[in-house]
């Protein structure tokens, strides 16, 4: 049953790893919005924004990271919206096969697609001069930190996937999460800001987020921010996928 | 009969917030016939569909598909049959012949492939097999629906408004498709709300209306229920639907209109 399900959650992948291959505006979004921002970050405004020493690329870099994932899961909620406004979910859910494959075929995709555009990110990032001193195993706690912020956002898009009844209802949730990455230290350092928006902006999880993957790929230590960082993201993680269960049952009642 | 009804069903209700909608349905189609689910808008028909496919709850009532409760049973009655609702089902990015494919690897069937192109044979799709599904007309999407439905030849299948938004050519083909399904021993139920459609395909009839079957039987039957037929001359002008068919030059209503 469990090789099944296993089975099953590749094919439904397949399928809409299809739907983000054939979906320009999908490849657009997530991949060059965010090679913009960098550009203009980098190359307009970094001039003027002091991070004390090293490169303002290398600043920068996790929070557009955090950018990049956060616009590419707005389409993983819009593909289930897709699925469910069509008649072809209900199609899956009354087929002999695991109900929870349909909704992990979707977050296995949205995984696969935001760390290739984390990858495309990246390397855009490397050819205008970012450069980490950090080993591999900093680089695979740099990947998992990726991978569970994609985890948590992701369940967090499935809600409104489910739920939303328009598609401007479901792509709207996701202006604040890439709003959020401005107030913090992703951009600018926080010690510059007014007190109130200082104190959001340290104590809101993409400062701790962004400060830990800094860390690691600067080779500095991480120091407690890092348990912060998977706290929040763990912790948010696991509140969206027990709200987003309940919303796929309450579709049944 | 001695034979296990293909779908039974017992006091069915089903309520959203404060309106009713299914107020105790009783339901009884045979093993290997077409029923049709006769109904306006705002019946029911749909409501009953979602419950025997598993995708709602009813609050009172039972109801059993292939001699599995849908309620208990639910994996099992999945394992019987397939559904194609109201709007096709079809996945609008992939291929006619992805679609099928897709299909028939979430059943876990062997030779994918082969079984997609013979479906596709089967249903005059073969040239369209490499288009995406978005570039096909109303009347195709709804033959690759009722395609993907048919693969692991699940003994009960559910057409709710087969034909709904269709033009009288596509209406046609998905006609005649249906009335090949039933030399096949599936059973088929149909909800329809084209008086037309229930005579041309079903072999029994169930009127659904306020949510209660208020008329079931053959057409047969259901024509007993009226008084005796008396004899009237009438000059026999053609439907528009015939002048229509004839001006596009359609051969397809012969096919179907001999049906009965």
Excluded at chain 1, 122 to 142: E, K, N, P
Excluded at chain 1, 206 to 225: E, K
Excluded at chain 2, 110 to 137: C, N, Q
Excluded at chain 2, 209 to 215: C, M, V, Y
Aim: proline fraction near 4%.
């Amino acid at each position: 049953m469990t090789t099944d399900v296993f089975a099953e959650t590749v094919v439904l992948s397949k399928r809409s790893l299809r739907h983000v291959l054939r979906s320009p505006d999908t490849i657009v979004t997530t991949a060059l919005t965010p090679i913009a921002m960098l550009l203009l970050f980098v190359y307009v405004l970094g001039g003027a924004i002091h991070v004390g020493g090293g490169k303002y690329v290398d600043y920068l870099l996790p929070g557009v990271l955090l950018i990049t994932i956060a616009s590419g899961i707005a389409y993983t909620a819009l593909r289930l919206f897709t699925d469910v406004s069509g008649g072809i979910f209900e199609r899956f859910q009354s087929m002999p096969i695991a109900r929870s494959a349909i909704l992990w075929g979707h977050v296995a995709t949205s995984v696969v697609a935001n760390l290739v555009s984390v990858a495309v990110v990246v390397a855009v990032a490397v050819a205008m001069g970012f450069r980490s001193g950090a080993g591999v195993l900093a680089w695979l706690a740099v990947a998992g930190i990726l991978v569970l912020v994609t985890l948590a956002l992701t369940w967090l898009a499935v809600i409104p996937g489910l739920a939303a009844k328009s598609a401007d209802g479901v792509s709207g949730f996701s202006y604040p999460l890439v709003f959020l990455p401005f107030i913090s230290s992703a951009f600018v350092p926080t010690g510059g800001m007014p007190g109130p928006v200082r104190w959001f902006a340290r104590h809101q999880p993409v400062t701790s987020i962004v400060d830990t993957i800094r860390n690691l790929l600067a080779a500095h230590p991480v120091g407690h921010d890092g348990w912060i960082a998977v706290a929040w993201c763990v912790g948010l993680l696991a509140v969206a996928y027990v709200l987003a269960m309940r919303t796929y049952r309450r579709k049944l009642a | 009969m001695t034979r296990t009804p293909a779908i039974e069903v017992v006091g069915l209700t089903k309520s959203f917030g404060d309106h009713q909608v299914l107020g105790g349905v009783d339901l009884r189609v045979p093993s290997g016939t077409i029923f049709a689910l006769l109904g306006s808008n705002g019946a029911g028909k749909t409501t009953v569909v979602r419950i025997l496919s598993t995708l709602l709850r009813a609050d009172g009532g039972t109801a059993a598909v292939n001699g599995y409760d849908v309620a208990t049973q639910p994996a099992k009655v999945r394992s019987s049959i397939s559904l194609t609702g109201q709007f096709a089902a079809v996945d609008e990015v992939l291929t006619g012949r992805e679609n099928l494919v897709l299909v028939a690897q979430l059943r876990h069937l062997t030779g994918p492939g082969g079984i997609a192109d013979d479906l596709m044979e089967r249903f005059e799709l073969t040239d369209a097999g490499g288009r995406k599904v978005a570039t096909y007309s109303g009347g195709m999407r709804r033959r690759l629906d009722i395609a993907m439905s048919l693969i692991g030849d699940p003994p009960v299948l559910f057409l709710d408004e087969p034909t709904t938004g269709l033009d009288p050519q596509s209406r046609l083909e998905v006609w005649a498709t249906v009335q090949e399904l039933a030399g096949g021993g599936t059973t088929v139920l149909l909800t329809t709300q084209y008086l037309d459609e229930a005579e041309q395909l079903a072999e029994r009839i169930a009127i659904l209306h306020e949510g209660r079957i208020i008329a079931e039987g053959t057409l047969a039957e259901l024509k007993a229920l009226f008084p005796p037929a008396k004899v009237e001359y009438v000059e026999k002008q053609p439907t528009l639907e015939e002048i229509f068919l004839s001006v596009v030059g359609h051969n397809g209503s012969d096919k179907v209109g001999t049906g009965r």
